[in-house]
């Protein structure tokens, strides 16, 4: 961790540091901040008066040096993290102050990737507000659709009106679960499909409304279960269909595949239609970005590009002009959820690893708030357990729309799902995790 001592060079003949660099004016002083981003200074405050105190950055901890107790009051009034007065042996005072600073460092880095993240979820809770109230107006639509439909099928017996009346019902009904869904946003559950069931839904529903002069295959699949509502794979699914569709006005064909990758599940969608340019493929995923002028809104494809990689997958795609296009889609496949324990008791922690390892779940052990942070945007759902010696900073704003929490605190049970005791055992703990 890099160390700037501001004072005269005597100071830096006495202490033996690596990376400490030693300044002698403010101005220099600058140019070391512009290239280390964050760090540890020391300041000889005998050396540099109070009004040369205003370059104080708050990416930085800093440790004040002086042989008045008024001069060092007067600093830590201003932002000053350590003061030591200047009594022999005053440097080892400050080796130990390095050591406090450093940790005070980390805390402070800590702190700032929570604020930038609660700002983020922040951000998140106002837009689902938002989709929330459009997604309730749109369903009362869809009730009425449906509604209208329905007594329409129970008034008319002729067969095919009764299949047409069948499918606007049906497709009435993904409607309103894709509404559900985004009134849902806030309250993300740990999701996971069948994908063979889904695709015989996608078939059904899609096959009533294709030209006669496209046909659509789909290939039979072993049942496997990916980590995505079976909703959300419908819209998926549906969005690249229906651009194939319309990327073939002479009729072609449509194929649908999948197969297991290494953890994935793979799902290959292709048409035989007019394909599209590099510049245009390279666009595709843009919001607002559409072909097909006032007839598209542009946020098909943005939508199921942003599904796919809120669920940790992947999708690519390849197209040349008259040589159709291919998309294809890696989904993760679904497991029990992930674990993450953030205790300060390790061989607490050590043994409910070993015990949930032991039952087929992974689990990842965090020494501190940071770490979690860190793991959980690898994994997007799970449980995790905090220790009463966390309870009171935990930030739980960014972790109770994916996450079960499991929490030795009581003093907000809305917040909490099991209440645990710091004096829990490991095998308390692991009762209470509600894993499959």
């Known amino acids: 961790m890099p160390i700037l001592l501001l004072a005269h060079p005597y100071l830096a003949q006495q202490l033996r540091l690596q990376e400490l660099t030693c300044i002698q004016n403010t101005q220099d002083a600058q140019r070391w901040f512009a290239s280390h981003p964050f760090g540890i200074v020391i300041l000889d405050l005998d050396a540099f008066p109070a009004n040369d105190w205003d370059f104080l950055l708050p990416d930085y901890t800093y440790i004040g040096l002086s042989h008045h107790i008024t001069l060092l009051e007067q600093a830590q009034k201003q932002g000053l993290d350590i003061a030591i007065h200047k009594s022999l042996p005053f440097d080892k ?20 990737q929570l604020q930038v993240a609660l700002c983020k979820t922040r951000t998140e809770q ?13 369903s009362n639509i869809l009730s009425i659709v ?14 095919a009106t009764q299949e047409l009346l069948q499918t606007i019902i049906d497709a009435g009904k993904h409607g309103k679960d894709l509404t559900k869904q985004l009134m849902q946003y806030q309250n993300q559950s740990i999701a996971q499909c069948d994908i063979e069931a889904v695709l015989q839904n996608v078939g059904g529903l899609i096959k009533k409304s294709l030209p006669p002069n496209i046909h659509l295959h789909i290939s039979p699949t072993s049942s496997t279960q990916a980590k995505i509502s079976a ?23 449509i194929s649908i595949q999948t197969e297991n990758i290494s953890g994935f599940i793979q799902i290959t969608v292709q048409d035989s239609g007019i394909g599209m340019t590099e510049d245009i493929r390279s666009k595709i995923f843009d919001p607002f970005f559409t072909t097909k002028k006032e007839h598209g809104s542009g946020l098909g494809l943005t939508g199921v590009y942003n599904i796919i990689t809120q669920k940790n997958g992947r999708i690519r795609c390849k197209s040349e002009p008259e040589k159709g296009t291919c998309f294809v889609i890696e989904l993760p496949l679904f497991k029990n959820p992930q674990v993450f324990i953030l205790d300060t008791d390790f061989h607490r922690a050590e043994q409910l690893q070993k015990l949930l390892e032991s039952q087929g779940d992974t689990s990842v052990l ?23 010696h966390f309870s009171q900073t ?23 799902n099991t209440i645990l005791p710091e004096s829990s055992s ?11």
């Not at 005072?93 to 700032?112: D, G, P, V, W």
């Not at 930030?395 to 917040?415: A, E, V």
Request: with cysteine; aromatic share 6%; net charge negative.
């Open 394 to 416: 935990f930030p739980f704003d960014l972790f109770t729309q994916q996450y079960l929490i499991l929490c030795g605190n009581q003093q907000k049970d809305s917040l909490w």
């Open 126 to 138: 106002d837009m689902s507000l938002l989709l929330g109230g459009i997604s309730h107006d749109f």
């Open 231 to 253: 909703t959300e794979l419908i819209r998926i699914l549906m969005n690249l269909i229906v651009n194939a569709r319309d990327a073939m006005p002479k009729g072609g064909h």
């Open 93 to 112: 005072h400050l080796y130990l102050a390095i050591e406090n600073a450093q940790k005070m460092l980390t805390l402070k880095k800590e702190n700032s």
């Open 426 to 436: 490991a095998e308390t703990i692991l009762d209470a995790i509600p894993l499959s």
């Open 146 to 159: 449906l509604g209208s439909a329905k007594i329409l099928q129970q008034e008319n017996n002729d067969a």
């Open 366 to 388: 965090c020494q501190n708030l940071a770490d979690l942070i860190q793991e959980t945007q690898r994994t997007h759902l799970g449980c995790i357990i905090v220790s009463e």
